[in-house]
């Protein structure tokens, strides 16, 4: 007979509905254990599980009830025993007013570092390596303690997925995939970001990937460059979009000579024809792609490697608009004053008619000089817009992706060099039915969370084999 211990949360003294009943027909239940949810994620509960833990133990993060499949504990923890994971996780069924639905989750790897990975709600892990892992945490969480748990326990064993559907849980968030994309920066959660940030900093400092505030300098005089600055706006069907954006780049007001490049990826509504009309403007510069694939990152490197592609190039989505006329010159200052190879700004999500929502304004506090590079592997973005520094930009350029294109090179750039940040709004993210990422299945989030996942552990090996090397060297 197999043996399991159970922790769960519980509200106001109502506990979870999962009984010794459900958990299994060869499982014998060691101990159900009620930790009160408000405090369920402290570094204080995870204390009280390795303490209470006797046999492998199943951590259930939600409220709402729960029931397994039959003979789906059994398979936890033969699975378990037979890989030697220090933890186990599964795909599963969600519940959403009665209508039931697939729940994929995917493939934990070494780059997986965000506090909002989707583990599911049950994880089950070797009571050992919960226990050792608990030995070894030295700070006191209110709600990274879980995140520590899981991280710590990675050091030292596999996180294993069961790609099976093993238990029903009933789904509460039905927001769209669009509604949930800027919780990880929204600033009524700081206090949880800031906890996270401390526990994947120490992460990376054990695991030999973190960096120190140490900057390569940047020498603006590379190159032979008509335009001080260019502003780059990628678009694919964007005919009620486009003449906003054209309109708001070619409106700025600069002390230097700038242009706008727009690169159109075989557009069929109507979108080249309003592109033509801006055609009077010496400024714009317009580039058609040809029918091969490109996605966004192909239309980038398309813009940087123009001839006429200015020093900085500056980013501006075809369903964007600037803040103001003064967006481009602030761009070009910021390069200067800061000494960086990329410069993230600021903006305010809006209506399709510019009506601010919330969260309101995105201003990524959690990117400082002194840590963001380390943070920009816990977190799924670095912020916007985005200015490039040309001559370094062409060295790394752009993966041929239509997702996560600019977080790949945002973070090779930051191994290397800061990036400075602008504080100011500089520009109005509209958030509409027909935004690429506004309502995406589970399928095609699990896809982009996964390629993101990839993009981090490319850049976490380098950064450790980087470390090595110049500990060896010194």
């Not at 400082?368 to 930009?393: D, Q």
Request: aromatic share 10%; hydrophobic share 35%.
């Amino acid at each position: 007979m197999k043996r399991i211990d159970c922790f769960l949360p519980f509200v106001d003294d109502a506990q979870v509905a999962v009984t010794a009943a459900n958990l299994g027909t060869e499982c014998e239940v060691s101990g159900i254990f009620y930790l009160d949810a408000s405090g369920f994620r402290s570094t204080a509960a995870v204390r009280e599980m390795a303490e209470k833990a006797t046999a492998p133990t199943m951590i259930y993060t939600k409220t709402t009830d729960l029931s397994f499949g039959r003979l789906a504990l059994e398979r936890f923890l033969s699975i378990a025993e037979d890989t030697g994971a220090a933890m186990v996780y599964s795909d599963h069924f969600k519940e959403t007013d009665g209508v039931r639905s697939f729940a994929p989750v995917i493939d934990c790897q070494q780059g997986s570092l965000r506090d909002d990975f989707d583990f599911g709600s049950v994880m089950i892990y070797r009571t050992s390596c919960l226990k050792e892992a608990v030995s070894r945490m030295d700070a006191e969480y209110a709600f990274a303690g879980l995140y520590d748990l899981r991280l710590k326990v990675s050091q030292k064993g596999s996180l294993v997925h069961i790609n099976e559907y093993l238990y029903y849980e009933i789904e509460t968030d039905t927001r769209l995939s669009g509604e949930k994309l800027f919780d990880y920066v929204d600033p009524r959660n700081r206090a949880v970001q800031v906890e996270m940030e401390k526990a994947c900093t120490k992460h990376l400092q054990d695991i030999g990937g973190y960096l120190e505030p140490e900057f390569r300098k940047v020498s603006f005089d590379e190159g032979d460059f008509e335009y001080e600055a260019s502003v780059v706006i990628p678009c694919k069907n964007r005919v009620r979009t486009i003449g906003d954006a054209l309109s708001s780049a070619l409106s700025q007001k600069t002390s230097f000579k700038y242009n706008v490049i727009v690169v159109d990826d075989n557009s069929d509504d109507g979108t080249v024809d309003i592109i033509k009309s801006y055609l009077s403007d010496p400024k714009l510069v317009y580039i058609a792609q040809n029918k091969s694939y490109h996605a966004i990152g192909g239309n980038w490197n398309a813009a940087i490697h123009h001839p006429k592609c200015g020093r900085f190039a500056l980013q501006l989505d075809s369903d964007d608009v600037y803040s103001d006329e003064n967006t481009v010159q602030k761009f070009v200052d910021a390069f200067h004053e800061q000494n960086c190879g990329m410069v993230v700004g600021t903006y305010r999500m809006t209506d399709f008619n510019m009506q601010t929502l919330p969260p309101g304004i995105i201003d990524h506090r959690e990117w400082t000089p002194e840590n963001g590079r380390n943070n920009a592997l816990r977190i799924n973005g670095l912020g916007a817009p985005r200015g490039f520094y040309v001559p370094l930009l062409r060295t790394f350029n752009f993966p041929t992706t239509k997702y996560g294109e600019d977080y790949a090179v945002g973070l090779r750039i930051s191994r290397e060099y800061q990036i400075g940040r602008i504080f100011d709004v500089m520009y109005n993210c509209r958030r509409w039915d027909d935004n690429s990422d506004a309502a995406l299945d589970i399928e095609r989030v699990n896809a982009n969370n996964l390629y993101k996942d990839r993009i981090r552990t490319w850049e976490l090996q380098a950064r450790i084999r980087m470390n090595a090397k110049k500990q060896k060297k010194d």
